[in-house]
Nanobody
Framework: QVQLVESGGGLVQAGGSLRLSCVAS????????MGWFRQAPGKEREFVAA????????RYADSVKGRFTISRDNAKNTVYLQMNSLKPEDTAVYYC???????????????WGQGTQVTVSS
């Protein structure tokens, strides 16, 4: 099993940047695919980005492509989401997720963090 703890959320103006971090417990972090999802008020949870265990493959939702970058540091058991050019529609609770299988827009990972709030003001 793996436990996930997100941090780095906050309030930012449109056009600004934030970097989210997710630290995973356990000694097998490097064997997990990692991902970020988000859920805005009144909306379903949606896929944002994912990265393979080796960081060789990354995937992004069309809505964030070119603005967000997912990365991981297996030595630190940490996955990051660098968010640039933020828009008010990026406002949501962002969740870190993990699974031994690849994560994509079509999957539902087995492990989730508690979420971190990101608010983008116009």
């Amino acid at each position: 099993q793996v436990q996930l703890v997100e941090s780095g959320g906050g309030l930012v103006q449109a056009g600004g940047s934030l970097r989210l971090s997710c630290v995973a417990s356990g000694r097998t972090f490097s064997s997990y695919a990692m991902g970020w999802f988000r859920q805005a008020p009144g909306k379903e949870r949606e896929f944002v980005a994912a990265i393979s265990w080796s960081a060789g493959t990354t995937r992004y939702a069309d809505s964030v492509k070119g603005r967000f970058t997912i990365s991981r540091d297996n030595a630190k058991n940490t996955v990051y989401l660098q968010m640039n050019s933020l828009k008010p529609e990026d406002t949501a609770v962002y969740y870190c997720a993990a699974d031994r299988k690849p994560i994509s827009i079509a999957t539902m990972p087995n492990y989730w963090g508690q979420g971190t709030q990101v608010t983008v003001s116009s």
